[in-house]
């Protein structure tokens, strides 16, 4: 059974770059054709994929997101991490880290993670 497992700052300042690290247990990041990805739910908004990054080290970003997002990994300790740079108070929501399945092919979102809430405020 894979799990993953949010973790970072609840607090963010406006103008700052919000950091989350998506620690995976049960699985591999580098198992072929999964990916990992980040999705985000604003309050009272539907949820908004991020970006992902693929078994082979790939990375793909939403194209409105782009300019102010990194995705990494490290397959040593088997997690990956979101970067967001120079966030506002509209970047405040849950913060989920997703695997998708067969990510060359059917891409199936299949394990989240609980989600983790990041404010940004001064």
């Known amino acids: 059974q894979v799990q993953l497992q949010e973790s970072g700052p609840g607090l963010v300042k406006p103008s700052q770059t919000l950091s989350l690290t998506c620690t995976v247990s049960g699985g591999s990041i580098t198992t072929s054709y999964d990916a990992w990805s980040w999705i985000r739910q604003p309050p009272g908004k539907g949820p908004e994929w991020m970006g992902v990054?693929?078994?082979?080290?790939?990375?793909y970003y939403s194209p409105s997101l782009k300019s102010r997002t990194s995705i990494s990994r490290d397959t040593s300790k088997n997690l990956f991490s979101l970067q967001l740079r120079s966030v506002t108070p509209e970047d405040t929501a849950v913060y989920y880290c997703v695997r998708v399945s067969d990510w060359y092919g059917t891409y199936e979102y299949d394990y989240w993670g609980q989600g983790t809430q990041v404010t940004v405020s001064s």
């Open positions: 990054i693929a078994y082979d080290g790939s990375t």
